[in-house]
């Protein structure tokens, strides 16, 4: 079967850095991308791994580890915008992603 | 050029009626897709066009009716909905498993 888990929901406070995990079992791999979507809006595209290791992109970082099915997303230095949900999603096999069921994250000052 | 366009952004329609939601893109993507996602739900995959043709469709009622008519457009007709189908209605693009980008959506309400 297909599944990908991701944490409910997550807190941390402004500047701080937060690690939102994500491990997934699919049919096949062609790739894990993160997505960081706010109520009431469509998902904006954050990050793709295909290869083992870590792609940075200003303050948010991505990892991957294909042996392992794993993968996070590495927010620093956050910000009140942040809050948001966040969504892990595998293409597998086919051509379509399968996505968790999204991290809500809640920024603090 | 990295957008994918939905028109319209908000859509109100009766049980009875007949409306088209459509999306564009001009990046080349050959691989387009209908999302459906329900408040505090991740998006649950609808339909996939890959070349224009339809490749996947996710055991979606008829009332939802997918049409490809070019490789930068792709529109999906609703007739008879029903008020549980209202929705954010997504639509994204691909490219050889390289970056999904999303339109902004169509906020559906049926009445």
């Known amino acids: 079967g297909q599944n990908i888990d991701q944490p409910t929901e997550m807190t941390a406070t402004e500047g701080a850095i937060v690690q939102i995990n994500c491990t997934y079992q699919?049919?096949?791999?062609?790739?894990l991308f993160w997505y960081q979507q706010h109520a009431g809006e469509a998902p904006t595209f954050l990050s793709y791994?295909?290869?083992?290791g870590l792609e940075e992109k200003g303050r948010f970082s991505s990892f991957l580890s294909r042996s392992k099915g794993y993968s996070y997303l590495l927010l620093k230095e956050l910000q009140m915008k942040d809050s948001a949900s966040y969504l892990c999603?595998?293409?597998?096999?086919?051509?379509?992603?399968?996505f968790g069921k999204g991290t809500t994250l809640s920024v603090s000052s | 050029d990295t957008e994918v366009t939905q028109t319209p952004k908000h859509l109100v329609m009766g049980m009875t009626n007949k409306k088209s939601l459509k999306c564009e893109q001009h990046m080349g993507h050959r691989a387009m897709y209908w999302y459906k996602q329900k408040a505090k739900k991740p998006p649950e995959l609808m339909f996939v066009?890959?070349?224009?043709?339809?490749?996947i469709n996710e055991s979606v009622p008829s009332r939802f009716s997918p049409e490809c008519p070019n490789s930068s457009l792709l529109n999906l007709h609703l007739h008879a909905l029903q008020p549980e189908d209202s929705a954010l209605y997504l639509c994204?693009?691909?490219?050889?498993?390289?970056?999904?980008?999303f339109g902004s959506g169509t906020r559906l309400t049926v009445v």
């Open positions: 699919t049919s096949g791999f062609n790739g």
């Open positions: 999603a595998v293409k597998g096999a086919g051509t379509a992603l399968i």
């Open positions: 994204a693009s691909s490219q050889e498993g390289r970056v999904g980008f």
């Open positions: 066009y890959s070349y224009e043709k339809l490749s």
């Open positions: 791994n295909v290869l083992d």
